[in-house]
């Protein structure tokens, strides 16, 4: 995951010396909970005076770099992930989420911060036209309201619009918003290979915990996933995650990247 993705995934980036007790590796992930001492925020929201931030260590080599961590002044990425839950976790994997804190690193987490808000920013204020209706986005209406109708027809709305491709990411995340209608199916089975019948399941919540998970698999890319469903915060964050996507695709449009 690109840095400029785990902030936007994180609901804050703090700074401060390691602690806590990291145990030792026995075969199976471990749960830790790194202690921050003297914290600084570098970028997000605000927090409680000494924040620990809950850690699952799947193996040797994690549990033994924050061994090495210990002590030593880290800067973290983390958030808030689950409905009904307060607890700080890690927005990605611990080698993406948890490093040595230097001054260059803040620096360059801010200047990230900066770049993502002008990137959310830009997309906003270009929605008129990202969001004119198309024949694409005529299709992705058609599914879009197809998905609040049961599990069966929300099974192959969902695969009508992986179906469609990239042409439909812009047209779903425009319709993000608007999709705050509750999913009534229960569980949802997602084809997971086009070649055999293999499946994931899910139990979102809302729709647009429906729409998150196919921009992630159009995109590959997530901001913490609802698709099993999730708080308001996390729908908020979730959704300001896919607008800055977009913000960043036209920033590389627009320079001439490819």
Known sequence: MPTWQTLAASDLVVAGECGGEIPVFAGRPVVIQLKITRPTIVSGSSFESEPRVEVVAATNTEVEYLQGLRGKEVLVFAGVYGRGSDTLRLPGSVGGSVFRFDDELAEAVRQLARENTRSY??????????????????????????????????????????????????????????????????????????????????????????????????????????????SEKERARAVKGWWTFLGRELVGARAGKP
């Open 121 to 230: 920013e830009l997309a906003r204020a270009d929605k008129a036209h990202l969001c004119a209706v198309t024949p694409v986005t005529r299709q992705v209406d058609k599914r879009i309201a197809e998905l609040g109708k049961g599990a069966e027809a929300a099974e192959k709305a969902v695969q009508g619009l992986i179906d469609l491709g990239w042409p439909a990411f812009r047209a779903i995340v425009c319709s993000l918003e608007a999709a705050n209608g509750p999913y009534v199916g229960g569980t949802l089975r997602v084809r997971t290979s086009a070649g055999f019948e293999q499946y994931a399941f899910f139990k979102p919540e809302k729709i647009v915990d429906i729409l998150d998970l196919v921009l992630s698999t159009l995109s590959g890319e997530s901001f913490g996933s609802i698709a099993s469903g999730g």
